[in-house]
């Protein structure tokens, strides 16, 4: 069978049978230190099998609902697997969840059994609990057989979006399938390349980008955030996804003129930049990076810009959850600005939404407690306003539903004027909203979010926001803050997979208003 040719899970789990080229690496910590495995695609295939077995074995069938509450690891993401070879659906959160919440949603979608390694579990809910240390036991094999899935959602994820506030959503094994093979194909990923997996649990991604590995014999390194730097160090990966916050931050650390860069300003290749100008931020990324991917959420310009200067070119790609992969950058069509040309079919509304069209991994949204489920259709606006030049290059221009009216009617994007400040400025985020006064005018709040804010000169801020065009023709009075945000907060402004929730940051500043110091 050719990898074009996998349809369904069940085929996938034949292909990688005798596949003993590529592989996986993968650690785990064992309270004093990093513990560091590899298995080729032939012994995750054993470990299916085994899962698989005593899944069976424990009374797993194709009419179950199994909630798993596991960490980003190899474990879950063999045992998921073997889930869906049994046709049961699955409930996939992860481990950081609150246990009443996890109660709650047991008992929502009416599950008959969990699997988890926490403590306490079996005296929280009256269900089956399962060890899943225990799936791993070799024992007789179980003929695997082929479950028809059709559009029957196989497992069931929490999503937070855009929004930030999870919404349990339905995937389906044909758009699953089709979307992460066709993502990996347009790409142009190898049997050579190695793909660094460390995003959390519930966002869907991982699960994704592991398929896609499996059908196109793409080598596997997975990890977590606590533990990126040290599989970056010790697997050398040649792909890695990220948030913009963590190239960020390496922008950050690296944007400094040090000695060698000032005697060597003037000779800019790559042996250069790797060995001498900019050693620590190519060791960080392990010795064999060479793609580079963000999304997720905007990118400040300068940091694409620096990347390209060191010959570490970042490609921007988008998508969302219940779409898949949207628009994609890669080597042989790059515009830094833009989040690529389109993979799916898409159009523009009227007002410049970017609206969707094909077979989706997702089809299904679970907004009710009796667990009763809206389709999404085969025709999905996105909630984005985007905009696509002469060469066909996709731009995303701000969310449709934040759009401000100013008090001269004017409509302005919040998101693109974020951009700018932020790009002007090197501040990794910021908000603006708009507050009702007194008068019954509205005023123009700017939050930016800084840690060790004392370096930086207000003047210099104010002059640098106020020069924004938008900001200049704005009737409304202009109210400029600042934030010293601290550790403990940021899960309360950033989601699982590092994004930055603009709606939990501006309900957190209306709602603590007398915490922010105005400049």
Known sequence: MLKNDIKSFYQLFNYIKDNNDNYINYLSWSGKKYKYFRKTFSEIHD????????????GITENSVIYIDIDNS???????????????????????????????????????YIIS???????LVDVNVIDISSLFQI??????TQTLYNNKDFSVVFSSGTSGFPKALGITEQGSIGS????????????????????????????FFFWGCLITSVNIALGDDKS??????????????????????????????????????NINNKFICKHITHKPIYEALGKKMHYLLTGMAPIDLKVLEHFSDIKLEIYQIYGQTEIGMIACNNKKLNKIGTVGRPIIKLYLSDDNEIVTESVFPIVSCYYREDNTKDFLGMVRPTGDVGSIDNDGFLSINGRKNETIILNNGIKINPIMIENKIKSSLQIADMVIFKTRQESNNFALNIVLLIDGFSNLNSEAIKQNINSVQEIK???????????????EEKKVFYTENGKFSRVRAIDFFKE?????VKI
């Open 228 to 265: 990126l730097f040290h599989a970056l160090k010790e697997f050398n990966p040649t792909i890695l996804l990220a948030p913009p916050n963590f190239y960020y931050n390496l922008f950050c650390s690296d944007n400094n003129n040090g000695f060698f860069k000032k005697i060597f300003k």
């Open 180 to 207: 992460s093979k066709h993502f990996f194909n347009y790409m142009g990923f190898c049997s050579s390349d190695k793909f660094m997996i460390y995003l959390p649990l519930a966002n869907y991604q991982q699960r």
């Open 47 to 58: 470990d299916i099998q085994a899962c698989y077995n005593n899944l069976k074995q424990a």
């Open 74 to 112: 190899y474990e879950f993401l063999i045992c998921d697997f073997a889930i869906i070879l049994t046709g049961a659906l699955s409930i996939v959160s992860n481990n950081t969840e609150p246990l009443d919440k996890v109660k709650d949603r047991v008992r929502q979608f009416k599950a008959e």
């Open 117 to 123: 390694k926490r403590e306490l579990i079996d005296s």
């Open 473 to 487: 023709s704005n009737t409304n009075i202009v109210n400029i803050y600042k934030y010293d945000l601290k550790i």
């Open 139 to 144: 024992g007789n094999n179980s003929i695997v």
């Open 512 to 516: 603590n208003f007398e915490k922010l």
